[in-house]
């Protein structure tokens, strides 16, 4: 059943996503919303950033905050939420390509689907992550290992090829994979090594590569999920993480996986790191925490 009460809904949209590259595919979702009784402030973003900034002008005005785009778009408006500090509940359409915090909260890539669920208004609450305190993440913070496919991947191929585009990018990657000697703290123990892949994470679905098994990972739990892929010296090494990879087995020798409220990386070298599918300089000292319940979204 539909919401009877007559709400103001923030609608951003990111032009460039693979579903909404035509006029009158934005404006059609934008009607979907108006015949069901809604008022409908439209704003496309024009660059990276600017889903923030729209947040922040805007959002006071409105009831409900829609974000239509990918996983990143939706990170620029939950950090513009946060930044506000204040519970406006926010409706997720994807229109990206790969998704992955949509196949976590299970919403529909379909426009029509997904506008729906959150007309139906039944939400939910979700932790999100803190990144050295001055940036936020929806569903991962990563390093090493396919990291830079989803930033370095081209706009127009993602829009052509769909998620085989983020595959082809990564495949690339595999000449250059090294890895990185990194210290990490997390519930009163260290973990040192070699890592070619290193995540915090609060989703089931990883660069649509990696997948967790949805009875492992709860949203708001008040814990991130930490996982840490050492550097593979013997072909049984390799074949474990691809057990891992294929989520049919998470716990052997090659793997660190574990729940945390926060985790303190120590790097030898500065790195860079992927948040939300976007690049983030990282350094060689980083602080990841919880933030229970922070946001509350239609799902």
């Not at 979907?32 to 959002?59: C, I, P, W």
């Not at 973990?191 to 949805?214: M, P, R």
Request: proline share 4%; aromatic share 8%.
């Amino acid at each position: 059943m539909l919401m009877k009460d007559k709400k103001r809904i923030l609608l951003i949209i990111n032009p460039i996503a693979g579903k909404l590259s035509t006029k009158a595919s934005r404006f059609r979702m934008a009607e979907l919303f108006r015949k069901n009784g809604y008022e409908v402030d439209m704003k496309s973003t024009k660059a990276k950033g600017h889903a923030t900034q729209l947040v922040l002008e805007h959002a006071l005005d409105n009831d409900i905050i829609v974000c239509c785009g990918g996983d990143g778009t939706l990170n620029e408006v939950i950090s513009g939420v946060m930044q506000l500090g204040v519970q406006i509940p926010v409706g997720y359409i994807p229109a990206g390509t790969t998704n992955d915090f949509a196949t976590s909260l299970n919403l529909s890539s379909q426009i029509e689907v997904a506008a729906q669920t959150i007309m139906a208004g039944h939400k939910k609450t979700l932790d999100i992550g803190s990144f050295n305190d001055k940036r936020y993440f929806n569903y991962i913070a990563s390093f090493g290992a396919f990291t830079g496919t989803s930033y370095s991947t081209p706009q127009s191929s993602k829009n052509m090829i769909g998620h085989l585009a983020y595959v082809l990018e990564g495949v690339k990657d595999i000449p250059s994979i090294h890895p990185y000697h990194v210290r990490v703290e997390a519930n009163g123990e260290v973990y040192e090594d070699d890592y070619v892949f290193g995540a915090v994470s609060n989703s089931t679905s990883i660069g649509g590569i990696v997948k967790l098994d949805a009875d492992q990972v709860d949203l708001n739990d008040g814990l991130l999920e930490l996982i840490l892929v050492k550097n593979p010296k013997t072909p049984l090494d390799l074949h474990k993480i691809i057990l891992f990879l294929s989520k049919k087995e998470n716990n052997n020798d090659t793997i660190v996986f574990l729940k945390t409220a926060e985790a303190t990386f120590t790097m030898q070298e500065p790195i860079s790191w992927t948040i939300d599918g976007e690049y983030e300089p990282g350094g060689t000292s980083i602080k990841i925490k919880n933030i229970p319940n922070a946001i509350t979204i239609f799902a």
